[in-house]
């Protein structure tokens, strides 16, 4: 019984651990996501009206504004 209290105490701890480096994974992947945004807004602005104009009514233009939502990005 003991050995497998232990065991189980393991599995949590490896199951935690787990865990918390998948949820560092996804901050990390988040940040970067986050970054390159910014940076596309910045080349965005960067483009002729038309061009904007074009990418604003394209149906890219609302997971661009889905993402910025989602990721706290204003």
Do not use: C, H, R, W
């Amino acid at each position: 019984i003991e050995a497998a209290a232990s065991l189980t105490d393991e599995g949590n701890s490896v199951l935690e651990k787990a865990e918390q480096f998948a949820t560092e994974d996804q901050k990390d992947l988040k940040e970067e996501i986050k970054s390159v945004l910014l940076y596309m807004d910045q080349l965005l602005e960067n483009l002729p009206d038309e061009k904007i104009e074009e990418f604003a009514q394209s149906s890219y233009f609302e997971t661009y504004k889905k993402l910025f939502k989602e990721l706290g990005i204003s």
